[in-house]
T-cell receptor, first 116, second 114 residues
Framework: AQKITQTQPGMFVQEKEAVTLDCTYDTSDPSYGLFWYKQPSSGEMIFLIYQGSYDQQNATEGRYSLNFQKARKSANLVISASQLGDSAMYFCAMREGRNTGNQFYFGTGTSLTVIP | GAVVSQHPSRVICKSGTSVKIECRSLDFQATTMFWYRQFPKKSLMLMATSNEGSKATYEQGVEKDKFLINHASLTLSTLTVTSAHPEDSSFYIC??????????FGPGTRLTVL
């Protein structure tokens, strides 16, 4: 089974609007971390936000927030007030276990295009 | 934050030649480095886990004789694509694990084999 599933290959959003990128995950480990990365056309992976499995509150980082629904095993990324520079690929990733050195499992990504 | 570099950022080579890609942790020591491969508009796929001073652990389906990994020091891991062919053309990304356990990604290397 896929560890990380992103069902939206492409998304469009109007500038200044909010957009939600979906991510569901599959693990039997009670301890895990969920990540979102942005990958512009240059290729570098830019860390956006992190949610730990034991975190009580949803993570927020500036315009990024993570809608963590543990029972549904979903970790959707919400980008508020979209900007043209937000156009990029977005990857959801999971790391299982308590060891933060463990490998990442990545989803297939969502291509976001912000329309002026 | 911690910085990981990759060299070269882009490389074009002829079929049959070998190409070495370096992954360096610039301001921390990395006991573990990971090598990923990414095809256009696809996800990152883990190729191997590289531990300093020991043999790399390869994921299923990755040819260890084709993709040679050397992690000779705490700040450098190298991936050598031997006898490269056009199907090896891809984007290769490394990540490095700091001693305090967080991981950081390199900027990637785009390999084109003609």
């Amino acid at each position: 089974a896929q560890k990380i599933t992103q069902t939206q290959p492409g998304m469009f959003v109007q500038e200044k609007e909010a957009v939600t990128l979906d991510c569901t995950y599959d693990t039997s480990d009670p301890s895990y971390g969920l990540f979102w990365y942005k990958q512009p056309s240059s290729g570098e992976m830019i860390f956006l936000i992190y949610q730990g499995s034991y975190d009580q509150q949803n993570a927020t980082e500036g315009r990024y927030s993570l809608n963590f629904q543990k029972a549904r095993k979903s970790a959707n990324l919400v980008i508020s007030a979209s900007q043209l520079g937000d156009s990029a690929m977005y990857f959801c990733a999971m790391r299982e276990g308590r060891n933060t050195g463990n490998q990442f499992y990545f989803g297939t990504g969502t291509s976001l295009t912000v329309i002026p | 934050g911690a910085v990981v570099s990759q060299h070269p950022s882009r490389v074009i080579c002829k079929s049959g030649t070998s190409v070495k890609i370096e992954c360096r942790s610039l301001d921390f020591q990395a006991t573990t480095m990971f090598w990923y491969r990414q095809f256009p508009k696809k996800s990152l796929m883990l190729m191997a886990t590289s531990n300093e001073g020991s043999k790399a652990t390869y994921e299923q389906g990755v040819e260890k004789d084709k993709f040679l990994i050397n992690h000779a020091s705490l700040t450098l891991s190298t991936l050598t694509v031997t006898s490269a062919h056009p199907e090896d053309s891809s984007f290769y990304i490394c990540s490095a694990r700091a001693h305090y356990n967080e991981q950081f990604f390199g900027p990637g290397t785009r390999l084109t084999v003609l």
